[in-house]
């Protein structure tokens, strides 16, 4: 018999896709867009597309394995039993001799982002002090900057993308990373909108839309401030700025003095005739949107590029604008995942030690008083994904025990000792959010869990168990329960029913709902900042460090020995680590360099190169591309046949913001300088 399920696509992805999955006699046999959900409109990605093969893929782990020695490759399996003991051992083991559970850590993130998989870190918070990843790598320096701008952390409803006359996409690239938000964009430009993509590669965004503006990478902010500074000569200031802003004549006084549009453009690559056209027509349409990705905030000065960029919005009198706005992302139905974890206990959480996700392995090699001495790893593969995977390495030494909850085996998985292997989205109840718009809904099973999989709040209540079998009292979190239950019982505390204008839990199961929100963010120009006004001058900043008003500060240089910046933005064909399908994978990595840099380095299409830094080096394969900057080698984040992870030339440089809202400063992934040769 044939039925049909709501599923939510629990990648780390904008559009968090509402799923209708089918069912024949407990098979999953398909999967498809809900047509009845605005943003989905009855599509999906081939990632989501490829689900009933990855469900049931030969490589899925289906039993808890322990690997015989880290990296041999030996697996057996084993029991949920033995897996069970050995994890509460050790835990309890490292309690006994330290005197307390900080050398037991958590490094979780992207895998699933389903309010129940925060299980893990309730766990964890009845366990005592442990050791904890926090921060994120997306986009921390662009959340703290529009908290300092706006006061919270909002953006309009993505629909509202649909009434733009003119629509700016900066730094980031729907066309791959947020693929429903396409239509919106297309339907808006068969109205006669016109869209303009910033970025430093002429992505498949800028091959869609109507004109691509070159940007040198890290110099955003810079242009932004261009753009305002036409804005003002032009006397295209919106009369009605004073009424709802602080701040702007210090603002203006700035660009005045020191904003010069000549060096703007030498150091932006923008022609100075572009930059006042683009800024004339921005001052001058109404509405108009800009859609400031993450890929450029991924520099030293990310905030500080934000905060330009939002403050040429305001400026130009389109924040708050119907179809305007300056949009990012929004925490108003996404952060209630994260805080679940404070509803399961009703004492304060126990005092965690707190180590930077994008520089774990160095915070944590620094933890002398206990060492880190066991680490769980949960929807999270950092020996691909992180910088210092050196210093991972070392980390791994001194581990008593790794283990790691995933569904497949990965460059993480190799260095374990025990594998768990965890549930999908098809076999567990859940409740998602998205980071981008306003639709939330439950997740429910289709099918039973396949092989021994056990979801993440099933694995958190085992542990808890035979913690508390073998030393009673010695975890606080919940022993055993029922999923939908707890999904139910978690609802109660949060606001979100009230925002999805819910009486009780229960209408939660009515399908996926709109929070009741308007389209339009910040339309009364009310802001959450301590003046309740837009801040161009934001005392909030001063006292964090950073410079009041936002102005320009430099990303990092090249050097003579490391001539090239590498940029390795997100690619189609996987999230982050995870590819869709194994079967189409590439051999080696593509380089994208332009013809000047060709000739630099005497390389013609097709030449194998070696690239290198100090951190490690890669091959790969030349393409030269005319629309490439210099001095930039790009090279998709794309998984290829070998376990190589491009993460190898990264180190760990930070982001300018950060730590105000997300509690540690983002990953300047894309400050990134490399050297390159041919070989053979
Ligand atoms: N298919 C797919 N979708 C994804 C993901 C995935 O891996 N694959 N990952 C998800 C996650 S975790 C995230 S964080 C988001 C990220 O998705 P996006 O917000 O789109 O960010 P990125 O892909 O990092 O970068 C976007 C663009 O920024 C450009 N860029 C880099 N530096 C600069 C610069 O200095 N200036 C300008 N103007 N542009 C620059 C890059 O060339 C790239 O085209 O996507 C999510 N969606
Ligand atoms: N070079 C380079 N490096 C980057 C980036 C880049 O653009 N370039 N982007 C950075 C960014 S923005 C991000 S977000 C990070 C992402 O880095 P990670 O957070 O490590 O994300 P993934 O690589 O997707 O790995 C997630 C793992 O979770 C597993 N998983 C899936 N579902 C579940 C589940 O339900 N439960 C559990 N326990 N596991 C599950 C998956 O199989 C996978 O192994 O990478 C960062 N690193
Ligand atoms: S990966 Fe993103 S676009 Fe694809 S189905 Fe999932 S949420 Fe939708
Ligand atoms: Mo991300």
């Given amino acids: 018999m044939e039925k049909t399920h709501h599923n939510i696509c629990p990648r780390n992805c904008y559009d968090t896709c509402s799923i209708i999955s089918t069912t ?153 990373t947020a693929p429903h938000q396409m239509p919106i964009i297309f339907d808006a430009m068969d109205n006669g909108t016109k869209v303009v993509c910033f970025d430093t590669y002429f992505s498949a965004t800028a091959a869609r839309v109507h004109r691509f503006i070159q940007v040198r990478p890290g110099t955003d902010g810079l242009l932004a401030l261009g753009f305002a500074k036409i804005i003002v000569e032009e006397k295209l200031v919106d009369p009605e700025l004073a009424s709802y802003s602080l701040g702007h004549q210090e603002f203006i006084d700035y660009l005045q003095a020191k904003v010069d549009l000549r060096d703007c453009s030498a150091i932006t690559g923008v022609p100075i005739e572009t930059l006042r056209e683009l ?63 404070s509803y399961f206990y009703d004492q304060p959480a126990p005092h965690d030690r707190l180590l930077n996700i994008n520089n774990f392995a160095e915070q944590a090699l620094e933890c002398t008083d206990p060492l880190v001495k066991m680490l769980w790893l949960a929807g999270r593969n950092p020996l691909s994904q ?87 009292g010695s975890c606080k979190f919940p022993t055993a329960g029922d999923e939908k239950e707890t999904l139910l019982n978690l609802l109660g505390p949060t606001n979100i029913l009230n925002i999805l204008g819910l009486k009780k839990p229960e209408d939660i199961f009515e399908g996926p709902l709109r929070a009741r929100f308007s389209l339009t963010a910040w339309e009364d120009r009310k802001f959450k900042t301590p003046s309740g006004r837009f801040e161009f001058y ?27 910046r590498l940029i390795t933005p997100h690619h189609l064909t996987c999230i982050n680590s995870q590819p869709y399908a194994l079967d189409h994978l590439q051999d080696h990595f593509t380089v994208h360099l332009s013809p000047e840099v060709a000739k630099r380095y005497e390389l013609k299409e097709e030449d194998k190169i070696r690239m290198g830094n100090r951190f490690g080096a890669i091959e790969g394969i030349v393409a030269i591309e005319n629309g490439l900057p210099d001095e930039v080698v790009f090279i998709y984040q794309e998984q290829i046949k070998s376990d190589v992870s491009l993460n190898r030339l990264m180190g760990t440089p930070r982001t ?25």
Wanted: aromatic share 12%; charged share 20%.
């Fill in 538 to 564: 934001s005392e909030s900043a001063e006292k964090a460090g950073f410079p009041a008003l936002p102005i320009y500060r430099p990303s990092l240089e090249s050097s003579a020995e490391f001539p090239l």
């Fill in 386 to 472: 992180d910088g210092n995977l050196h210093l991972w390495k070392t980390l791994l030494k001194q581990l008593d025990l790794i283990m790691i909850c995933d569904l497949f085996p990965s460059q993480s998985s190799q260095a374990a000792d025990l594998f768990l292997p965890i549930t999908t989205q098809y076999e567990h109840w859940d409740l998602n959010s998205s980071y981008w718009h306003y639709w939330v809904g439950v997740n429910e099973p289709a099918i039973a869990p396949v092989g021994e999989a056990r979801s993440d709040l099933q694995i958190a209540w085992d542990i808890s168990a035979r913690l508390n079998q073998i030393s009673p």
């Fill in 656 to 680: 300018d913001m950060g730590h105000q809202t997300q509690g540690a400063p983002g990953f300047a992934l894309n400050e990134t300088f490399v050297n390159l040769r041919k070989i053979n």
């Fill in 279 to 341: 800024a004339l027509e921005y001052g001058k349409t109404h509405p108009a949107c800009i859609w400031v990705g993450f890929g450029l905030q991924r520099y030293i000065n990310g905030g500080q590029t934000l905060r330009s960029i939002d403050a040429l919005g305001a400026l130009a009198g389109h924040i708050g604008e119907s179809g305007g706005g300056v949009q990012y992302g929004q925490f108003e139905t996404y952060q209630y995942s994260g805080k679940v974890t």
């Fill in 24 to 176: 024949r006699n407990g098979k999953l046999i398909s999967v498809e867009g809900n047509p009845f959900h605005e943003y989905t409109r009855g599509k999906l990605c081939p990632k989501a597309l490829e689900d009933v093969k990855r469900v049931y893929s030969p490589r899925r782990i289906r039993y808890p394995m322990r690997q015989r020695e880290r990296y041999s490759g030996y697996w057996e399996r084993i029991s949920w039993d033995g897996a069970l003991n050995i994890i509460a051992e050790t835990i309890l083991k490292l309690k006994e001799k330290y005197g307390t559970t900080l050398p037991v850590a958590l490094d979780k993130y992207s895998g699933n982002f389903g309010l129940l998989h925060y299980a893990t870190d309730a766990l964890f918070t009845g366990l005592g002090s442990t050791t904890r990843a926090i921060g994120s790598p997306c986009w921390s320096a662009g959340v703290d900057a529009q908290t300092y701008d706006f006061g919270t952390f909002f953006c309009s409803d993505p629909l509202d993308m649909s009434r733009s006359k003119l629509i700016w996409l900066w730094g980031v690239n729907p066309a791959w």
